[in-house]
């Protein structure tokens, strides 16, 4: 069993699709079983709350429901309970590690770095832009989660 979690600020935008994304790759890979997948926000401002409608909306787009998730805050015990906890942006980042102790056993790094592209990439914040930027998330998370999902399958 490997645990995956995926953090943003709001636990609202970003990381819920993330969660969404990524446990749909695992899906139609047929090991749902082998993955435990969460996401939370390093600010709690939207704790209980369902994902923004906007992040909903391009999930649904491509054949994803996210819209029974509900956000959480990010906790420290999350560095023990996860193998893996990724950062949609270096803020996220900075505010994770703040958190870590000595029994913190997970390991942390920005999502992007799954990828291919450079090096320390973000996933940009949407919350205050427009339609588009959704889409753009979605296309960097789901990018992400393949890359991800071949790595954690030892296929690269
Ligand atoms: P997220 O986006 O971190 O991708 O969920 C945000 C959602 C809400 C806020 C900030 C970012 N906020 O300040 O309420």
């Given at each position: 069993m490997t645990r995956v979690l995926f953090v943003c600020l709001g636990n609202i935008c970003r990381s819920p699709l993330a969660e969404g994304v990524f446990r749909h790759h695992v899906v139609q890979a047929g090991l749902t079983g082998a993955f435990e997948i969460d996401s939370a926000g390093t600010g709690g401002w939207h704790v209980g709350e369902s994902p923004d409608r906007r992040s909903v909306k391009v999930a649904q787009k491509h054949g994803i429901d996210i819209s029974r998730q509900r956000a959480r805050k990010f906790v420290e015990a999350d560095l023990e309970r996860y193998d893996e906890v990724f950062a949609m942006d270096r803020s996220n980042l900075v505010n994770i590690e703040r958190l870590?102790?000595?029994?913190?056993?997970a390991r942390v790094g920005?999502?992007?770095?799954?990828?291919?592209?450079?090096?320390?990439a973000e996933v940009p914040d949407?919350?205050?832009?427009?339609?588009d930027g959704f889409d753009d998330v979605f296309g960097m998370v789901d990018a992400a989660s393949a890359a991800l999902l071949q790595r954690l399958r030892g296929d690269r």
């Open positions: 870590a102790t000595a029994t913190s056993s920005l999502f992007l770095d799954e990828s291919d592209g450079p090096r320390g949407p919350y205050y832009g427009g339609r």
